[in-house]
């Protein structure tokens, strides 16, 4: 069983839909969570990131993290064609340079116009 | 102005050869990361060095050898290649250790 798990998807969703995008995990010594984006041929670039359980906003997005559950979110309102690509969650245990990043397999998003 | 550069984008190459790929990064970060992403997108650590010093070197076979000349700068070397190395191998650099800026990539394919 992989630390963290990523629903691939696809998935494909008609513009201004609200996206749902989950990962569950299983070392209960992830502390910060976060969520990346990557779109075709390029490198994953960081949307946004949270400490501990609860939630965080950043304008149409929304990051929730419920540590009981091992269970973490990113939610996209109003949804537009820019937003497709692949959204890969990662956790770490700490914030120092010497703790890896373990990533999720992503999920692949379509927004349809 | 890019970021963190990488060269090559593209690295087509037979099986038993030896390449590089190099990374450069201009945002001052401390600590720099070669990842590896296979063709289910799923990215694997290889390294991670901090200020030229190796941090992590997770199970990665001895042909592959990064080097750090300096804290901008982290380069890959793979020896003998196989095919089970075509992927896409993307550097990062990182201060806080959480904000990672990735390159483009490089999409390595052994023939």
């Known amino acids: 069983q992989k630390e963290v798990e990523q629903d691939p998807g696809p998935l494909s969703v008609p513009e201004g839909a609200i996206v749902s995008l989950n990962c569950t995990y299983s070392n209960s010594a992830f502390q910060y969570f976060m969520w990346y984006r990557q779109y075709s041929r390029k490198g994953p670039e960081l949307l946004m990131y949270t400490y501990s359980s609860g939630n965080k906003e950043d304008g149409r997005f929304t990051a929730q993290v419920d540590k009981s559950s091992k269970y973490i979110s990113l939610f996209i309102r109003d949804s537009q064609p820019s937003d497709s690509a692949t959204y890969l969650c990662a956790m770490s245990g700490s914030n120092f340079g010497n703790e890896k990043l373990t990533f999720g397999t992503g999920t692949r998003l379509t927004i349809i116009p | 102005d890019t970021a963190v550069s990488q060269t090559p984008k593209y690295l087509v190459t037979q099986m038993g050869n030896d390449k590089s790929i190099k990374c450069e990064q201009n945002?001052?970060?401390?600590?720099m990361y070669w990842y590896k992403q296979d063709s289910k997108k799923f990215l694997k650590i290889m390294f991670s060095y901090n200020n030229k010093e190796l941090i992590i070197n997770e199970t990665v076979p001895n042909r592959f050898s990064p080097k750090s000349p300096d804290k901008a700068h982290l380069n890959l070397h793979i020896n003998s290649l196989e095919l089970g190395d075509s992927a896409v191998y993307f550097c990062?650099?990182?201060?806080?250790?959480?904000?990672?800026?990735f390159g483009s990539g490089t999409r390595l394919t052994v023939v």
């Open positions: 945002l001052g970060h401390d600590t």
């Open positions: 990062a650099s990182s201060q806080d250790g959480l904000g990672y800026t």
